[in-house]
């Protein structure tokens, strides 16, 4: 049987070389735009334009437009069906001066515009940071309900907590790599924070733990089965039980996302790019990080509790 958790020293030093990658990503966009991640309107603060035009025009043209004016961080949306041409673009704050001139622009070099459906709001740096209070608070939460689901869910075997917090350890893993990710293509392509990104964190959280708990449970079942093998044994069991279940699994999902980003629109791209890239990362750290330090713990606590025995 091939022995995957015997080679764990060598999945924590590449997770820890990933990490420290991370870290210098954010350091660099921390030096170079004060923030380890760029953040957007949603966070900072912006204009918000709902602009109906009367004929059919194209995200391009309309993103062209704004950078042309030094808007190049500006977001644009379709509202509503296609036939409606209504669009939304999200910038940061600008002038009444600056709004009649990008309307005229727009008329001139896009498409009429409906002026009696036109709104146009300011989103105040207090309600962005607002949302950031609570993105950070729903993570945290999330951290919380899942170490006690993990503890109640194995209370049966020994040592349940260590679940809960092994998991958490694979979660943060993930995150700080979906991080990393994100502040790179913040420096490369000015990529910034906005609700998406906030969605595509949570479906990280949630991903990294649909993976860790199938292998847990397969130990869970393992342990009574295999009593007389080494937890090492049993642990590197469930693993080659489990491991085609979540890799099927997760290709397909990947195969859907890597579609859309060669296909899809550029404003859901960052989204779609962030959710692949931290499922890549909880289908490697649930198998080769979340389990195997789990047994790194269960093995340095007998380990103590044999040299206090024999003391």
Aim: include cysteine; aromatic fraction near 12%; glycine fraction near 6%.
């Amino acid at each position: 049987m091939f022995n995957i958790v015997e080679k764990r020293r060598w999945y924590f030093f590449f997770s820890a070389v990933l990490i420290a990658l991370s870290f210098t990503a954010m350091i660099i966009s921390g030096l170079q735009f004060g923030q380890p991640l760029r953040l957007g309107i949603d966070f900072t603060g912006g204009s918000i334009f709902v602009i109906k035009f009367e004929q059919g025009v194209t995200e391009n043209d309309i993103r062209t437009v704004f950078v042309d004016y030094g808007l190049e961080s500006a977001i644009v949306q379709q509202v509503g069906s296609p036939d409606e041409h209504t669009w939304q673009i999200r910038t940061r704050e600008v002038t009444a001066d600056e709004v009649g001139d990008l309307l005229v622009a727009l008329e001139e070099q896009v498409a009429g515009i409906d002026r009696d459906a036109l709104t146009f709001d300011t989103v105040e740096p207090t309600v962005g940071s607002e949302v950031a209070s609570a993105a950070g608070l729903a993570v945290l939460v999330a951290a919380f309900v899942i170490v006690v689901f993990m503890w109640f869910s194995f209370r049966r075997v020994p040592n349940a907590f260590r679940y809960g917090v092994c998991t958490i350890v694979g979660i943060v893993h993930n995150l700080l790599v979906a991080f990393g990710f994100y502040a790179l293509m913040g420096i490369l392509l000015g990529w910034e924070v906005d609700a998406l990104f906030l969605t595509a964190v949570l479906t990280v959280i949630g991903f990294s733990v649909q993976d860790v708990i199938v292998v847990f449970d397969r130990i869970r079942e393992n342990i009574p089965r295999h009593k007389t093998e080494p937890f090492e044994r049993v642990v590197n069991r469930s693993i080659l039980e489990t491991i085609h279940r979540s890799l099927a699994t997760q290709l397909n999902a990947m195969f859907v996302m890597v579609a859309i980003i060669l296909f899809g629109g550029p404003t859901i791209k960052a989204f779609i790019a962030t959710m692949l890239v931290g499922m890549v990362s909880e289908t490697y750290s649930a198998i080769f990080i979340a389990v195997p330090l789990l047994v790194a713990w269960e093995k340095a606590a007998s380990r103590r509790a044999l040299a206090k025995a024999t003391a």
